[in-house]
């Protein structure tokens, strides 16, 4: 499975950065603008995947792709064009080396829904979960399908928190869309190692294509 994982540190000073983060839809836009046209849509069972982590001191983009991106306009855009510009790493290696066991801190943003068929319609509505129990629950039902398990807290309890939980809405096509966002912070064991390559490089979710379904891995601490 061949993806790449790239890495870009946003210069949140700069007025075009300002104006990226506060739409969902610019960002998107911008993201894409980092692939030619027969590079951005989905294959080899992956697409291409955005989120943008907000740190006390930094904000950083994190994009998971089958292509190689050029990130030139973003750096002249939204970064430090003369000293820094982005860094790119083959994500194969890690993906081929999972294994059914393997424990790993994770990092999810999300959009939680349901989907609910109205009364006398056919066609399903999509709902946001709302509260921390809510998008709790959604990822635990999710979990099993994307190859992984929640581990357990000292207190048997499953380890994860929701952070950063939003309602962003941005204009697309002449309409507002509002989104319901959180970020989900934890461990997890690796169940079926084919199911999670899958995730990894396909997301989770809806919204993907609004920083949304981006799920990574580090090593887990202790």
Known sequence: MTAFLTRFEVNKARRGARDLMGSLHRMHAAVLASFPDAHRAPAGGGRVLWRLDHGDHSTTLYIVSPHKPDLTHLVEQAGWPTTQTWATRDYSPLLDRLSTGDRFAFRLAANPTRSQRREG??????????????????????????????????????????????????????????????VFEGRLEVTDPDLLRAALVGGIGPAKGYGCGLLTLAAAPG
Request: glycine share 6%.
């Open 121 to 182: 319609d056919d066609r399903s509505q999509r709902y946001a979960h709302v509260t921390v129990a809510q998008q709790t629950q959604w990822l635990l039902d999710r979990a099993h399908r994307n190859g992984f398990a929640l581990c357990d807290t000292a207190e048997k309890e499953p380890d994860v928190a929701v952070r950063g939980r939003q309602r962003p809405r941005f204009s697309r096509g002449g309409e507002t869309v509002t989104l319901s966002t959180a």
